[in-house]
């Protein structure tokens, strides 16, 4: 792609929870448990650390979108003071608030493998207890890529990710080389040899740094865009989850599996998004 002017370049954090240093069980990333404030730090530190990769690699403003849960986990008051935080729930991009046509490159901050994965830590796709699988216009993929793929529409690559090994191996098969921190070896869905935050967010440092280098060289990935119309098929756990997301306009069903054609990238993302609301009940 062609090289950016470091001057001007903008870049989108999308964080989410899962990925983050030293995490391995649902209670630490889950509001309300007793292990969830000792996280809600680290993943802030996590942020942190990318921050700062970034911006003393030469990137002029930062944009945080907070995509755990309700939005509502990064301690602001512990951020990076160079940086604005998108928080709560629901924003008009959900994981990705903040994308537009503005951004020059995406992070990814404690992401996770998509659903089904083997070996990798607490692996979901959107929603532990309603998706099953979704295929963007048939590519199985996970919540990476629909976000690459929402950032694509703006002409937006995603340069970096964190998250265990196989977590950061499903995004470089879909996306290329992009640069990755890998903070945990996953060995099964609830259990990882983790490092430590003291060398974990050097390597997010590390990795953040290279891929705003490489941005502003021309050498970082291509955007992840997707052919029109773009289909999102969601298979659901359930069939009565399937029945609630069929009421959706423009969608087809065949058993626990609707699909949702869509014009653009754009109406995809909030059309899977309604799909999964409604199928939550």
């Known amino acids: 792609m062609d090289g950016k002017t470091i ?8 964080a989410d929870m899962e990925g983050i240093t030293g995490v391995t069980t649902w209670e630490q990333v ?7 404030a000792r ?6 530190q996590d942020v942190n650390a ?8 030469g990137a002029d403003e930062v944009i945080v979108a907070d995509g755990h849960w309700d939005g509502s986990n990064v301690l602001i008051e512990e951020l990076d003071p160079r940086a604005r935080l998108n928080s709560g729930s629901p924003s008009p991009f959900s994981m990705m608030q903040g994308i537009d046509e503005s951004m020059d490159g995406v992070m ?52 970096m990710a964190s998250g265990d090994q ?40 590390e990795a953040a740094s290279r891929a705003v280098e ?3 060289e021309g050498d970082a990935p291509d955007p992840f865009v997707l052919d029109t119309p773009v289909h999102v098929t969601v298979e659901f756990s359930a069939s009565d989850m399937a029945d609630r997301a069929s009421r959706i306009p423009f969608t087809g ?26 199928a939550m009940g």
Not at 39 to 44: G, I, K, P, V
């Open 30 to 36: 889950t509001p309300g448990h007793a292990e969830y």
């Open 108 to 159: 990814f901050i404690g992401y996770h493998a998509r659903n089904g994965s083997a070996n990798a830590i607490l692996d979901h796709t959107w929603s532990s207890k309603t998706v099953a699988n979704v295929w963007l216009n048939d590519i199985l993929t996970g919540e990476y890529g629909l976000n690459a793929a929402l950032a694509g529409h703006f002409g937006v690559p995603v340069i």
């Open 214 to 216: 490489r941005l502003a």
């Open 253 to 278: 069903r065949e058993g626990r599996r609707v699909t949702l054609a869509a014009g653009e990238m754009v109406s995809a993302y909030n059309g899977f998004r309604a799909m999964v609301m409604l």
């Open 50 to 57: 990318a921050i700062r990769g970034a911006m003393e690699a």
């Open 166 to 205: 196989t977590a950061c191996a499903q995004i470089v098969e879909l996306l290329g080389n992009v640069e990755t921190a890998v903070v945990k070896q996953a060995t099964g869905r609830f259990a990882a040899e983790c490092l430590p935050p003291s060398m974990t967010q050097e390597m997010i440092f």
């Open 7 to 14: 001057a001007s370049m903008k870049i989108l954090i999308a």
């Open 39 to 44: 996280f809600r730090r680290l993943m802030t």
